[in-house]
């Protein structure tokens, strides 16, 4: 009876510590995952702190280094200032001294372009003068050869009209009334040339008479050609005595044309 209920206990006290073994085993799992919970979170914590640190930390170098950037710029702009302006400086000393430089080779340069300019002024007034002084003494050379000329052409226009003059009595000596009449017409362009009032007179009242009384009354021709040469003298002579040259043209006006006429 005894040995009958030692195993039963047994087996009731195996079964009490293995109720007591699973309560402990589930203690045990919950405080594990409480801790793990626990280490977990205290993980995100610590990662996110991290993230924040580390945020921050870069945050901090950024401004850092923009504000070491800012600085250095600042510094290389104010080192790059005071160089311009110390070469500006310089420049503006050496421009000063170049200034000088070229104002005094300027001013030396302008000194001797007045002196040849004035040189120059000088003898182009000379030359002026000279040449004035040739032009005068050619004008009077000029004028002093016209004159001559002048004198030259009227004595030898008045040797010519006494050579008509000579030629006109041989034909009259001869008896040729048409040749008197043309020698007179000559006679008349060399007065005209000559510009002597008093020979045209005498050439045209000649030939006045020599129509008059030789050649109207002699039946004498001429041809039309020799009668335009005698009106266009004519009319050049009315300048002269416009009555006397009318009084002609009309008598020439009444002598036969005859273009075949031949004179002797």
Known sequence: MSIVKQPQ????QTEADLSATRAQLS??????????DTVYWSLTALSTIVALLAGFGWFANFRMYENDKTRLKDDLEAKIQAVLAQVGARLNEHEAQLLQQLDARQESSATRLFNELDFVRKDLVKSIEQSETRDNKLDSMVSDLKSVSDTLIKKNKETEALVREVEEHIWELKDIPINILLTQSQALSTAIDAESAEAVRSAMRRMRRT?????????HTL????????????AVAAKTDSVLSAEVQALVKKIPVDDEAETA
């Not at 203690?27 to 793990?36: D, G, N, P, T």
């Not at 129509?211 to 039946?219: C, H, Q, V, Y």
């Not at 041809?223 to 004519?234: A, Q, R, V």
């Open 27 to 36: 203690a045990i799992k919950e405080y594990h995952s409480s801790l793990l």
């Open 211 to 219: 129509i008059n009384e030789r050649i109207l009354p002699g039946g």
């Open 223 to 234: 041809s039309s050609t020799m009668i335009g040469y005698l009106e266009d003298d004519l």
């Open 9 to 12: 206990q047994l087996i009731t």
